[in-house]
């Protein structure tokens, strides 16, 4: 009986183990591929008929993370929106942008805007804190 006890906890005891040390989100070995943060899709193109486009920001590992704005420059007439508070910390960060085209504007058919993305990660061994940068390009046709 005392060894089916001591079996049982052995083996519970090694599950255990394993899930901690399976971490995901853990730092990664020298090894491993780094973690990155990036868009899917990085370019959204805007129109008058779809004016509307949306992007999701994540990181590689599938982390839970709180995500900051470098900056956003471009045509004023496009608009960034996040679905959720930037220091939500989520595995994916929803970005909705929109093209105004119905403002006056200066220039060509076609103009740009973008927004950068960063996220300070702590999920490599040999280096954290390492800062991860991604970019969402909007196109937008007048």
């Given at each position: ?114 927004i950068g993305l960063y ?15 991604d970019t ?7």
């Open positions: 009986m005392l060894k089916k006890i001591l079996t049982v906890v052995l083996t519970t005891s090694l599950f255990v183990a394993i899930g901690v040390t399976s971490n995901s989100c853990a730092p990664t070995a020298p090894d491993s591929p780094a973690t990155t943060l990036g868009a899917a899709p990085p370019n959204l193109t805007l129109t008058k008929t779809d004016s509307t486009g949306g992007s999701a920001i994540g990181l590689s590992c599938g982390c839970t993370f709180a995500l900051t704005i470098t900056g956003q420059r471009g045509d004023a007439n496009v608009h960034f929106v996040f679905n959720e508070p930037l220091d939500t910390v989520i595995t994916t960060h929803n970005l909705s942008a929109t093209f105004f085209h119905s403002l006056p504007h200066a220039g060509p058919d076609t103009t740009l805007a973008w996220y300070r990660s702590d999920s490599t061994a040999n280096n954290p804190g390492t800062p991860l940068y969402v390009r909007v196109t937008a046709i007048y």
